[in-house]
């Protein structure tokens, strides 16, 4: 029985958006139904020309950021899309901020959504946030 993981991504360092990408890779392609929720400085390294890599909060992220074993966030986010049918989702208000729109962001992203939307949809499913 596949479970619903419902994943909610608004900090940018890279220790929780590389952990939060590797549940929704993992999640995706064991079959579960995963849904990642971005918003707020998460959804900053997925427009597209911003290449800047987010801050470390400790020594495991500089770790991560020097070993080239370790596959990368966007890697595995666009892994759980494309492999497990994971659904990436901005934030509606957090575009709005932003000005920008959903082509500027990474093509593996789905529609715009409101949170309210967003957690009616996870509703009975666990619910992680980073």
Do not use: W
């Amino acid at each position: 029985m596949s479970r619903k993981i419902h994943i909610v991504c608004v900090s940018g360092t890279r220790e929780k958006l590389q952990m939060a990408s590797m549940i929704a890779s993992v999640a995706a392609t064991l079959g579960d139904e995963v849904s990642v929720f971005f918003s707020m400085n998460a959804l900053l390294y997925f427009v597209n020309g911003r290449n800047e890599e987010p801050p470390v909060e400790g020594e495991f992220g500089t770790l991560i950021a020097q070993n080239k074993g370790v596959p990368p966030f966007r890697q595995l986010f666009q892994m759980a899309a494309e492999l497990g049918d994971a659904t990436l989702l901005p934030c509606s208000m957090a575009l709005d901020l932003l000005k920008i729109t959903k082509d500027d962001l990474d093509p593996a992203f789905g529609p715009p959504t409101g949170l309210t939307r967003f957690l009616s949809d996870a509703e009975g499913a666990q619910l992680l946030s980073f």
